[in-house]
DNA sequence: CCGCATCCATGACATGTGTCATGGCCGTAA
DNA sequence: TTACGGCCATGACACATGTCATGGATGCGG
């Protein structure tokens, strides 16, 4: 009997996995979370055999979830997500996930990735992976994608500067950095850019 | 026998709902489709009792796909979404559909909701009407909705100035107007908001 | 050791952006 | 009709933002 963990903030999706899941003969789903916190605590008291986690969840994201469990535990880790893009494939293996599954599959086959992965197997989308492999890395430095980070949401420079501890001269240098390698106008572009690539 | 057409960009969610609703005796699903243009073309076609819509989808989202079909066709639509918030349920209600169901809900209630729309009730998400009895409107015009909209991406004033065909300073003027009364500092805050609230 | 390259931080300068005051164009009420 | 209020468009001004040149710190290979 493998043992799952399954989070996902959105609660349709997640009791639909649920539902299916419970079908299969060979699979248990012992514990349902709504965000990456819950699903932490939860792992370390019930500790699954494998999680399924959403990558987008409140406080915590999947990637962030599976780093922590891989510490103090034996869990297998799945990643899913709606965005799959090389970037973040890549994160997710980085922190390692055994499994990256995106969203545009087909429920069918969760339930084939969790034995794989269950059985200590590793399963990766094949057609993301043909891309990861081919695409080029973030060609932006650590602390340009800091500073994007921190001004995802149009934060001022001045906003910026402060949450960083710089000088707002030093931003926007950076930030002009970037713009030039992205090739783009204006700073909210460049973090959609960055966003959709999966680089922050 | 209810019959039911799904339309979901995300292949996940589209797959596991059509699995657990065909485990229901009395409902039959009839067809699935990833966007909206298909959705409608495909609905035209098999003539589905109940249309269950996600807002988000590419070319046509589920709002514009119910006001297409409440046109030619008898079908009650459903709108499922992620992000519902009493703007979006305005606009839902304004199409013509006939339920509203955020993806927060749990999978079971689906068939409930279908068979109670296939019989001719309305069903609406009471979380969701509570907050928008109670909500204000959009305190925003037509015309800074526009300049907004044209901005959504980070696009710099004068490509905004281009696509709508005005002076900058217009654009400016306009986006100064709406920064005051959504009381935030930088436009792409703005627009951030606005999303969010479901204005554009 | 000494270039050489890369990254980070900064300040001066030009350009873009938001604020404000103004005027035109409808609708509606007196 | 006239007056009023809303929405829209515009240009001048102050300020925030992006560009550029510069210097310091670190790491690598000759």
């Known amino acids: 009997m493998i043992r799952v963990l399954l989070a996902d903030d959105e609660g349709m999706i997640r009791s639909a996995l649920a539902a299916l ?4 003969p060979d699979i248990e789903v012992v514990a ?3 965000d990456g916190a819950e699903a932490v605590a939860t792992a370390e008291r019930v500790r699954p055999d494998v999680c399924l986690l959403d990558l987008e969840m409140p406080h915590l ?4 979830v599976t780093e922590r469990l891989n510490r103090t535990l034996a869990t297998r880790c799945v990643i899913v997500t709606r965005h799959a893009r090389p970037g973040v494939l890549r994160r997710a293996l980085a922190s390692g996930a055994a499994g990256f599954l995106p969203k545009s599959r087909s429920a069918d086959e969760v339930a084939a990735v969790i034995r794989r992965v269950a059985a200590g197997g590793r399963y990766v989308d094949p057609e993301i ?3 990861a492999l081919s695409d080029e890395r973030s060609p932006l430095t650590d602390r340009e994608l800091d500073v994007l980070r921190a001004g995802r949401r149009g934060e001022t420079t001045g906003q910026i500067a402060r949450t960083l501890s710089l000088a707002p001269g030093t931003v926007r240098n950076h930030i002009s950095a970037v713009l030039g ?3 783009v106008d204006s700073r909210q572009q460049a973090v959609f850019l960055a966003e959709e690539r999966g680089w922050i």
């Open 32 to 34: 349902e979370c709504a």
């Open 61 to 64: 994201d999947g990637v962030q």
């Open 129 to 131: 992976a043909a891309d």
């Open 21 to 24: 899941l419970r079908l299969e």
């Open 181 to 183: 390698k992205l090739a």
